[in-house]
């Protein structure tokens, strides 16, 4: 079993930056892909970004290529989601899940198990 506290959302302008952080309870994180997730008011769960167990690979939405990046630290069990050039559009709930890692990316929500209770970003224009 895994657990997963989502931290660092806030209140940021247009073209500034946040990094959200997911730290993961249990033995199990290194062997984990983990994704980030995020949702508007209004609109489905869309996937963000995404990340291996060794970090070796990592994956994004077009929407937020280039400006995001996930990265993680297994010694801390913690993965993290630096974010630049936000703009209202990025306005969400961020949630990070897990599941242990297939050796392929995980882009879908129903692939992974273990979710975050999500953090709220508000970007102002």
């Known amino acids: 079993q895994v657990q997963l506290v989502e931290s660092g959302g806030g209140l940021v302008q247009a073209g500034g930056s946040l990094r959200l952080s997911c730290a993961a309870s249990?033995?199990?994180?290194?062997?984990?892909?983990m994704g980030w997730f995020r949702q508007a008011p209004g609109k489905e769960r869309e996937f963000v970004a995404t990340?291996?167990?060794?970090?070796?690979?990592?994956y994004y939405a077009d929407s937020v290529k280039g400006r995001f990046t996930a990265s993680r630290d297994n010694a801390k069990n913690t993965v993290y989601l630096q974010m630049n050039s936000l703009n209202p559009e990025d306005t969400a709930v961020y949630y990070c899940?897990?599941?242990?890692?297939?050796?392929?990316?995980?882009?879908?929500?129903?692939?992974?198990?273990?979710w975050g209770q999500g953090t709220q970003v508000t970007v102002s224009s």
């Open positions: 249990g033995r199990t994180f290194s062997s984990y892909a």
């Open positions: 990340i291996s167990w060794s970090g070796g690979s990592t």
């Open positions: 899940a897990g599941d242990f890692d297939p050796g392929r990316l995980l882009l879908f929500p129903p692939s992974y198990d273990y």
